[in-house]
Structures are given as C-alpha cells and as structure tokens.
C-alpha cells in the first residue's frame, strides 16, 4: 500500500525523472512540494481510484487526471495547460490536474513560490481574464480578486487532498 493508504493511480504514463521535474518548475518558477514530486515520479498522468472530491457545498465531483509533468510522455503536458489557464487564473495558481468536467485541481502558491502550497480547485464556469472585464469591474475589483472568485479550497497540502477523495457510490449508499 502507498503512503496515501486508500488512493492507487490507473492509467499512468510511463516512468518521469527528477530532470522532468525540474524542467517544468524552473519554466513555471515554483518548487513543488516533496509529497507531489514523489507521487509524480511514480503516477506520472496518472488517474486517482478512488476519485470523489468535495468543495464548497459540492459533493461528489470527479477527478480524472493528473497532467504530465513530462513533454516526452503522457496524454496532457503540464505546461500546455498552465499556458491555456494562466490569463484566467490568480497569479501564483498552478494547474496539476483535471476533473471530468473541465475544472482544475490547482496548486496555489500566493504564500511564495518555495512555499508548500495548498490545493484549490479552479471552476472553469467562473474562470475571467482581463479582456472579460470593462473598466468599471477593474474600479470596483482587481483582476486578481475577480479571478479568486472561480477558486474553492481543497486541502492545506498535496497528501491531505489524497486522503481526502474518495468513492462517491460508497459515501452516498
């Protein structure tokens, strides 16, 4: 059993290296945290069993994927999606993986960038870019709070967020 006891990973891509890692955390400008990199090294784009989760009064959303941290193997690079989400997200929030309906499970490092970060989820629904907003929404809110607005809290780290999904059929039976 894996150190986070109940979550195995299906559908993984083949073995990452630590220069994978690497690679992406200087093009992103971030550390990510110990637990993340060592699951990563393992489950490299892989899929969470089980993969329930919960934010705000939401119960129940599914989890898909991790996105590869790896431009060599895997279905959805890590940078490719950060370049696709990063004029809609809050400075400092990084995409680590996918729901099965378009949101994102984030890392959110506002506290630095060598800071353990915690887990959000971003609501595709809400997410706002600049050129969504005239000039009178940007007087009464900045960007960034505009954007914080499609942001749930997940999980203070990477471990708790594992710990806490879980099967949905076995939670409402």
């Known amino acids: 059993m894996n150190k986070w006891n109940h979550v195995i990973f299906e559908n993984c891509s083949e073995k990452i290296t630590m220069d994978d890692i690497k690679k992406v955390e200087a093009a992103l400008g971030v550390t990510f945290p110990k637990d ?3 699951c990563m090294l ?3 784009d892989g899929s969470p069993v089980p993969c329930a989760f919960d934010y705000g009064e939401v119960e129940g959303k599914v989890f898909h994927t991790f ?4 431009d060599a193997v895997g279905h959805y690079y890590i940078l490719d999606a950060y370049n696709a989400t990063k004029n809609y997200l809050p400075e400092g929030v990084i995409p680590i993986g996918y ?10 490092y506002t506290n630095g ?11 595709h629904e809400f997410l706002i870019s ?7 929404d940007l007087q009464e809110k900045t960007l960034n ?3 914080r607005q499609a942001i749930s809290p ?3 780290s990477f471990s708790e967020f594992l710990a806490k999904l879980y099967n949905y059929t076995m939670k409402n039976s």
Not at 67 to 70: A, G, H, Q, T, V
Not at 113 to 123: E, G, H, I, W
């Open 36 to 38: 993340f990199t060592e």
């Open 42 to 44: 393992e489950n490299n």
């Open 67 to 70: 996105y590869s941290l790896s």
């Open 99 to 108: 729901d099965a309906g378009g949101g994102d499970i984030c890392f959110d």
């Open 113 to 123: 960038t060598l800071s353990d970060p915690v887990v959000v989820y971003a609501d």
């Open 130 to 136: 600049e050129s969504d907003l005239d000039e009178s």
């Open 145 to 147: 709070e505009w954007q």
């Open 154 to 156: 997940l999980a203070a």
